[in-house]
């Protein structure tokens, strides 16, 4: 449960930080997340076979 609340907390505070970050600051910023995930989800998965 308190993992539950902490996990809660830091999603809160995170998207009330992208929520005042200006607009051309955020989109490359989620964009590299994004890219981010997506090579190592291809990586994690090809490392599975």
Known sequence: MLFLVAAFLLLGVLLGAAAHTP????????????????V?????HTKER
């Open 23 to 38: 607009l051309p600051v955020l989109i490359p910023a989620a964009s590299a997340i994004a890219v981010w995930l997506l």
């Open 40 to 44: 190592f989800a291809i990586r994690e």
